[in-house]
């Protein structure tokens, strides 16, 4: 079954506090991994498509990477607006769970940036 | 606003009673996805039609059902529901299937009292 773990749960950072997220997936066979932005009551909002291992992708003040395990969301000093859960979502080559185009996602990293 | 459009945005009705949610793809997509957010279970993929026709499906309970129309727009249909089904309900579309990425409508938050 495929799986994707996303850490950490919660992550408070202060304006212009660089970090990470991490997003690691178990799949029978790697199609794309997508990154999204949520905020609440709303629904996600497509940031990057992964497709192999070494690619990355940069937006603003966020860059995702991937490798054959995880993926990470780079966040380079964060403003306040950049305050969203993001969501790491698996595409896989297999059928899967009856899912062929259907995504996989994590439960989301909820980033706080306090000014 | 990513182009996929969803309506109702709110939906409040009793167990047992049967709910119809609609949805309309981003211009020229022709897969739609159908999506189910709860606190406990985080998204989950239900069902995905694509040109008209059912092309795989996720979590979907025999209780839910989908079509998509000629015109691509889609409907999902929940019966016999149940205080578990309070969910925001969200659609997606793609160009085409396959690693195209998705993009979401706003969602239908549905409360079943």
């Known amino acids: 079954e495929d799986q994707v773990t996303q850490s950490p749960e919660a992550l408070r950072l202060q304006e212009g506090e660089s970090s990470s997220l991490n997003c690691s997936y178990t799949v029978s066979g790697l199609r794309g991994l997508f990154w999204y932005r949520q905020d609440p009551g709303k629904g996600p909002e497509f940031l990057f498509t992964l497709y192999s291992a070494g690619e990355e992708k940069e937006k603003e003040r966020l860059k995702a990477t991937l490798t054959k395990k995880e993926s990470f969301l780079h966040i380079t000093a964060p403003k306040p607006e950049d305050s969203a859960t993001y969501l790491c979502a698996v595409q896989t080559l297999l059928y899967s769970g009856g899912g062929a185009d259907g995504l996989t996602f994590g439960k989301g990293t909820h980033l706080i940036i306090q000014p | 606003d990513s182009g996929v459009t969803q309506t109702p945005k709110h939906l409040i009705t009793a167990t047992g009673q049967r709910v119809t949610l609609r949805c309309s793809p981003r211009s020229g997509d022709l897969s739609v996805y159908w999506y189910q957010q709860s606190l406990d279970q985080g998204l989950q993929f239900l069902i995905q039609y694509y040109n008209g026709e059912e092309r795989a499906k996720g979590n979907i309970l025999e209780r839910f059902s989908a079509q998509q129309f000629p015109d691509l727009h889609s409907e999902l249909n929940l019966s016999s529901l149940e205080l578990g089904d309070s969910a925001l309900y969200f659609c997606?579309?793609?160009?085409?299937?396959?690693?195209?990425?998705?993009?979401f409508g706003p969602g239908t938050r549905l409360t079943v009292l």
């Open positions: 997606a579309s793609s160009v085409i299937g396959g690693a195209w990425e998705q993009f």
